[in-house]
């Protein structure tokens, strides 16, 4: 991988002269059908690989490595006119498209975004995505868990998460302007790349947060709040951490806005403002999001031999409609309770 591309602002040249991922898992063909198979089969059906004429087909070549939750997949398509990639929906994907050669065009609902090289495109599997590769492209993929990166900032700044982590629609950032991630990144991969890494164990789960935390802190987001210096050593409204703590004690039993009312001493009024501005998401928002963590831990446990079946585990998480658990629990885990029941 060698290629010299000048920066979105004229004013650099940002050269890619890193061999990444040179010894990694490795996959490479000049049949169309047989990548097309490869990338359904690896994704599990995730992205659908298509072109407008097999004859334009010249050569696919994918290597991958991973570092706990997250994959690195450094990926080259040759095709004369370009290629179309459509991407099925995963809440919990937090994909990064960075550059090296070629460009795209992408779409998820009425957004769309133009992305060349040097530029990263930080695409999130909320809602399905269709992604047009103009001729031959080279990019390397970083794949990341949503979950993961909401524990790292949960942890990291002590507050509760209720909203899911948004970094908004497609935002297209340059790689001049990120030269720490970027190198990061880079330095993830040649470390991968080696016979002996030293990313695994304990520390590779650091250098995954670090990862995680990097990139929260260069691409703007609804958590951003938090890790802004003066935030840091703001403390919520004592009616809030009230709320929050009656919440987590309470949430197996039905709660209703009068009882955080009563709790927090204030209007409704203001504790949803309260919530929205130091918690990123509304009070019964994160009640919703206590009750299917608790659940999902209640259903985990199985793993340990304490047996709990799906509707025991609802109930005791507090939720009393068994249809509405299972489609919440599905949009923030991406799979049902009776197959995280079945894993464990």
């Known amino acids: 991988m060698s290629a010299q591309v000048a920066a979105a602002d004229g004013t650099a040249s940002f050269a890619f002269d890193q061999p990444l991922l040179s010894t990694r898992r490795h996959f490479s063909t000049v049949d169309y059908h047989l990548a097309r198979r490869h990338i359904e089969r690896t994704t599990r059906g995730q992205?659908?690989?298509?072109?407008?004429?097999?004859?334009?087909?010249?050569?696919?070549?994918?290597?991958?490595?991973?570092?706990?939750?997250?994959?690195?997949?450094?990926?080259?398509?040759?095709?004369?006119?370009?290629?179309?990639?459509?991407?099925?929906?995963?809440?919990?994907?937090?994909?990064?498209?960075?550059?090296m050669r070629g460009s795209a065009q992408l779409q998820q609902g009425t957004a769309r975004a133009d992305a060349?090289?040097?530029?990263?495109?930080?695409?999130?599997g909320m809602a399905r995505s269709h992604k047009r590769w103009y001729g031959t492209t080279q990019q390397l993929m970083v794949r990341m868990s949503r979950r993961h990166m909401e524990r790292v900032i949960a942890s990291e700044t002590g507050i509760g998460i209720g909203d899911p982590l948004s970094f908004g629609v497609m935002p297209v950032v340059d790689l001049a302007r990120v030269p720490t991630l970027w190198n990061y990144i880079v330095m993830l991969c040649r470390d991968l790349d080696s016979p002996q890494p030293c990313f695994a164990g304990a520390v590779g789960r650091t250098a995954e947060r670090t990862l995680a935390l990097m990139l929260l802190n260069v691409v703007p987001n609804n958590y951003s709040w938090a890790f802004?210096?003066?935030?840091?050593?703001?403390?919520?409204?004592?009616?809030v951490r009230r709320v929050e703590s009656y919440i987590r004690e309470h949430a197996g039993e039905p709660i209703a806005t009068d009882d955080l009312v009563a709790v927090g001493g204030v209007s409704a009024r203001?504790?949803?403002?309260?919530?929205?501005?130091?918690?990123?998401?509304?009070p019964m928002g994160y009640l919703k999001a206590v009750r299917l963590d608790r659940a999902r831990e209640a259903l985990t446990r199985n793993r340990a031999g304490a047996r709990i079946s799906v509707t025991e585990a609802a109930t005791s998480a507090g939720y009393t409609n068994l249809s509405q658990f299972s489609r919440d629990y599905r949009a923030r885990f991406r799979e049902s309770p009776s197959q995280t029941l079945a894993d464990a």
């Open 116 to 124: 060349a090289a040097a530029q990263m495109v930080l695409l999130q």
């Open 47 to 99: 992205f659908d690989f298509s072109l407008q004429s097999a004859r334009e087909f010249r050569h696919y070549d994918v290597r991958s490595a991973r570092l706990g939750e997250t994959q690195f997949s450094l990926v080259m398509v040759d095709s004369v006119s370009g290629y179309d990639i459509e991407m099925m929906d995963d809440p919990d994907l937090v994909l990064l498209h960075i550059l």
């Open 228 to 239: 802004a210096e003066e935030s840091r050593s703001a403390v919520a409204p004592y009616y």
């Open 270 to 282: 203001s504790i949803y403002h309260g919530f929205r501005r130091f918690r990123s998401t509304t």
